[in-house]
């Protein structure tokens, strides 16, 4: 069974949100609800692809794709299926609703869709069926605002991308905004009177719009995979039942994700565009976007590149989770070329090596490795070798499981390689040329079930990053930060922050190659900074280095580790504002 459900009982140990401070960031992030993880494990058909598959395509795609962001000539930035919003363009309801008459995608190609989708290598797409805006993309009956009745288009692009995906052979699921409706009367953050000024509350809108629209998508469009809700806000929990009860009875085998709200939901979406940096128990997706946008946006050309795709989803399976991927196509329906040719390479990739993501689950070491990452099959580990070691030599710690045989992989063939331990190090002969161009894969055959010291390993070729997050602290605070870099594009990072005197950072290494490396404080801060590192029992340096308000890596000094073995290393903030230092994490380079 997948570790993913073997290791539910775990959940609660996912690290707390601190959101920042910013009061309308707050707001916009604690409508995503309290979720949690958990699998219902009633009906084993549930979800096959979203367990099987581990990778997904995701559609914004809308109304708001007409203008790609661009209202009467000013370009807004940020998430552009927010245009409506006063923090945005401020579009007025009427005028929202009349851009309905010039919606007219004529490049719309539910085939080409479904067939990127499958050359992705993703195994199910979920599309907006209606957003915060209110406008469902498809034939409804309940509403005429909709793409079928208030469009000179007059299709119905969900029954077509149906339709192309049951002959491609890939899964379908429906984004559906439940409490959010900017348009409708009643909904939520919507207009609260209808057109001849009468209140109308959220139960008329629930009643008239949501349930019947959310009826109309799991019996309209055959079996669905996913029905992702999203926003849930202060919506009250009778309505959730009401709507996890309807997509049980028309859709038995579809899951249900979390952000419907009062922790109901067969999974955990985690934050918006957040790859977790270490195991997370339970069934959960991250949802990320090949840009910065979830809409289309005619400005942003910040493509993420196969290999950043390829990171972060095998960093998602390694970490025990999914991930779904999002396009937003232009207004006329097309898809940005762009996002297309990441998608086709990386998915090559995939077709090449699916034993690395299909099925696969989490890594024992519960973390990145500083060449890459590891992902699990049975008694067969995958190792993605992300940055291949000139010494000519891929060093793994704290394997524990006996092996029986190693091979690079090249493709479906293969070629043994040999292996030699030491202290507690697995270190594999490889030639000196990656044989991929863009990450190779080791396959180690163990004589078990893998099991692994976590503890990370100093690599004596490259860089070991080692986050925060994975450190004790004492006298200081640990927390996560997140802010939006532009409006709803979220980042976040793990931070130390509020250093007192005598507060430190203790990181427990294990070090293969003894000799001097050099330590380096990726943080941010106000003004100069002295920074203590201290090998617990060995050498202590310092050094005042300046800051800056973003995260910059500043160059400690060099450090020794005598032997090979385990250390301690504790990192405080001996003189500067310690209040204000954030430190992310800690870098040991070789020095060769
Ligand atoms: O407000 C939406 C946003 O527009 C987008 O759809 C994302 C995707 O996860 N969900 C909400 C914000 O978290």
Same mark, same amino acid.
């Given at each position: 069974?997948r570790?993913?459900i !073997?290791?539910l009982?775990?959940?609660?140990?996912?690290?707390?949100l601190?959101?920042?401070?910013?009061?309308?960031?707050?707001?916009?992030?604690?409508?995503?609800?309290?979720?949690?993880?958990?699998?219902?494990?009633?009906?084993?058909?549930?979800?096959?692809l979203f367990?099987?598959?581990?990778?997904?395509m995701?559609i914004h795609?809308g109304?708001y794709?007409?203008?790609?962001?661009? %209202?009467?000539?000013?370009?807004?930035?940020g998430?552009?299926?927010?245009?409506?919003?006063?923090?945005?363009a401020?579009i007025?309801?009427d005028?929202y609703?009349k851009?309905a008459?010039?919606?007219?995608?004529?490049?719309f190609?539910?085939?080409?869709?479904a067939r990127?989708?499958?050359?992705?290598g993703?195994?199910?797409i979920?599309?907006?069926?209606?957003?915060?805006?209110?406008?469902?993309m498809?034939?409804?009956?309940?509403?005429?605002f909709?793409?079928?009745d208030a469009?000179?288009?007059?299709?119905?692009? #969900?029954k077509?991308l149906?339709?192309?995906c049951r002959?491609?052979?890939?899964?379908?699921?429906?984004?559906?905004s439940h409490f959010?409706? $900017?348009?409708?009367?009643g909904?939520?953050?919507g207009?609260?009177v209808?057109p001849?000024g009468?209140?109308?509350?959220?139960?008329e809108?629930f009643?008239?719009?949501?349930?019947?629209?959310?009826?109309?998508?799991?019996?309209?469009?055959g079996?669905?995979?996913?029905? $992702?809700?999203?926003?849930?806000?202060?919506i009250e929990k009778?309505?959730?039942?009401? #709507?996890v009860?309807?997509v049980?009875?028309?859709?038995p085998n579809?899951l249900i994700n979390?952000?419907?709200?009062h922790g109901?939901?067969d999974?955990?979406?985690l934050?918006d565009?957040? %790859?977790?940096?270490? +195991?997370?128990a339970?069934l $959960?997706?991250?949802?990320?976007?090949?840009?910065d946008?979830w809409?289309?946006?005619?400005?942003?050309?910040y493509w993420?590149t196969?290999?950043?795709?390829?990171s972060?989803?095998?960093?998602c399976?390694?970490r025990?989770?999914?991930?779904?991927?999002?396009?937003?196509?232009?207004g006329?329906?097309?898809v940005?070329?762009?996002?297309?040719?990441?998608?086709?390479e990386?998915?090559?990739?995939?077709?090449?090596?699916?034993q690395?993501?299909?099925?696969?689950?989490?890594?024992?070491?519960?973390?990145a490795?500083p060449?890459?990452?590891?992902?699990?099959?049975? +008694?067969?580990?995958?190792?993605?070798?992300?940055?291949?070691?000139?010494?000519g !030599?891929l060093?793994?710690?704290?394997l !524990?499981?006996?092996?029986v045989a190693?091979n690079?992989l090249?493709g479906?063939e293969?070629?043994?390689i040999?292996?030699?331990?030491?202290?507690?190090?697995?270190?594999?002969? #490889?030639?000196?040329?990656?044989?991929?161009?863009?990450?190779?894969?080791?396959?180690?055959?163990l004589?078990d079930?893998p099991?692994a010291?976590?503890?990370?390993?100093?690599?004596?070729d490259?860089?070991t990053?080692?986050?925060v997050?994975?450190?004790?602290?004492?006298?200081?605070?640990?927390?996560?930060?997140?802010?939006?870099?532009?409006f709803?594009?979220?980042?976040s990072?793990y931070?130390?922050?509020?250093?007192?005197p005598?507060g430190?950072?203790i990181?427990?290494?294990n070090?293969?190659?003894?000799?001097d490396?050099n330590?380096s404080?990726?943080?941010a801060?106000?003004?100069r #900074?002295?920074?203590?590192?201290?090998?617990?029992?060995?050498?202590?340096?310092?050094?005042e280095?300046n800051?800056?308000? +973003?995260?910059?890596?500043?160059p400690?000094? $060099?450090i +020794?580790?005598p032997?090979?073995? !385990?250390?301690?290393?504790?990192?405080?903030?001996?003189?500067?504002?310690?209040?204000t230092?954030s430190?992310?994490?800690i870098?040991?380079e070789?020095?060769?």
């Amino acid at each position: 069974m997948r570790s993913k459900i !073997k290791n539910l009982v775990f959940a609660g140990l996912v690290a707390v949100l601190t959101v920042s401070s910013m009061a309308a960031e707050s707001e916009m992030d604690e409508m995503w609800g309290k979720s949690e993880m958990k699998l219902r494990s009633e009906n084993p058909e549930r979800g096959k692809l979203f367990m099987e598959g581990n990778y997904a395509m995701f559609i914004h795609w809308g109304l708001y794709s007409q203008l790609g962001n661009k %209202v009467d000539g000013k370009t807004y930035y940020g998430i552009g299926e927010w245009i409506m919003n006063p923090r945005m363009a401020g579009i007025p309801v009427d005028e929202y609703k009349k851009m309905a008459k010039t919606f007219n995608p004529e490049k719309f190609d539910a085939t080409a869709i479904a067939r990127l989708a499958k050359d992705a290598g993703m195994k199910y797409i979920v599309l907006t069926s209606k957003h915060h805006e209110g406008f469902a993309m498809y034939h409804s009956k309940v509403s005429d605002f909709n793409i079928y009745d208030a469009t000179p288009w007059k299709r119905d692009p #969900l029954k077509e991308l149906a339709e192309a995906c049951r002959k491609e052979g890939i899964g379908l699921g429906v984004y559906y905004s439940h409490f959010q409706d $900017w348009t409708a009367p009643g909904g939520g953050r919507g207009p609260q009177v209808d057109p001849c000024g009468k209140p109308v509350s959220f139960d008329e809108y629930f009643n008239k719009k949501c349930l019947p629209q959310v009826i109309e998508l799991t019996t309209q469009y055959g079996p669905l995979e996913l029905i $992702w809700f999203d926003t849930p806000a202060d919506i009250e929990k009778k309505y959730v039942d009401q #709507l996890v009860a309807v997509v049980r009875k028309n859709q038995p085998n579809a899951l249900i994700n979390g952000r419907i709200g009062h922790g109901e939901g067969d999974l955990r979406s985690l934050g918006d565009m957040e %790859v977790p940096h270490r +195991n997370v128990a339970g069934l $959960w997706e991250s949802v990320d976007t090949t840009n910065d946008s979830w809409a289309y946006a005619w400005y942003d050309e910040y493509w993420k590149t196969p290999e950043e795709i390829l990171s972060r989803l095998i960093a998602c399976v390694a970490r025990g989770g999914t991930y779904m991927l999002n396009i937003g196509p232009r207004g006329d329906g097309s898809v940005p070329e762009r996002a297309a040719r990441s998608l086709r390479e990386s998915g090559k990739w995939i077709h090449r090596y699916p034993q690395v993501v299909y099925g696969a689950d989490a890594s024992p070491w519960k973390h990145a490795l500083p060449w890459g990452d590891v992902t699990v099959k049975g +008694n067969k580990l995958y190792l993605s070798v992300f940055e291949w070691p000139t010494s000519g !030599k891929l060093c793994l710690p704290g394997l !524990k499981t006996k092996i029986v045989a190693a091979n690079l992989l090249k493709g479906s063939e293969s070629e043994s390689i040999t292996y030699e331990t030491s202290n507690g190090w697995t270190l594999f002969d #490889l030639p000196l040329g990656a044989p991929e161009k863009r990450v190779s894969v080791i396959e180690v055959e163990l004589a078990d079930a893998p099991e692994a010291d976590p503890t990370f390993g100093i690599d004596p070729d490259i860089g070991t990053e080692i986050l925060v997050e994975f450190a004790a602290v004492e006298g200081v605070e640990l927390s996560q930060k997140r802010w939006m870099e532009k409006f709803g594009e979220w980042k976040s990072v793990y931070h130390a922050r509020n250093w007192t005197p005598g507060g430190k950072a203790i990181f427990e290494i294990n070090v293969l190659e003894p000799g001097d490396y050099n330590a380096s404080l990726t943080y941010a801060g106000e003004g100069r #900074l002295v920074w203590g590192v201290e090998v617990v029992g060995g050498e202590h340096i310092q050094n005042e280095q300046n800051s800056s308000h +973003n995260y910059q890596e500043f160059p400690i000094g $060099w450090i +020794n580790f005598p032997q090979p073995g !385990k250390y301690k290393v504790a990192v405080s903030c001996l003189e500067g504002d310690g209040k204000t230092s954030s430190l992310k994490s800690i870098v040991f380079e070789p020095i060769h």
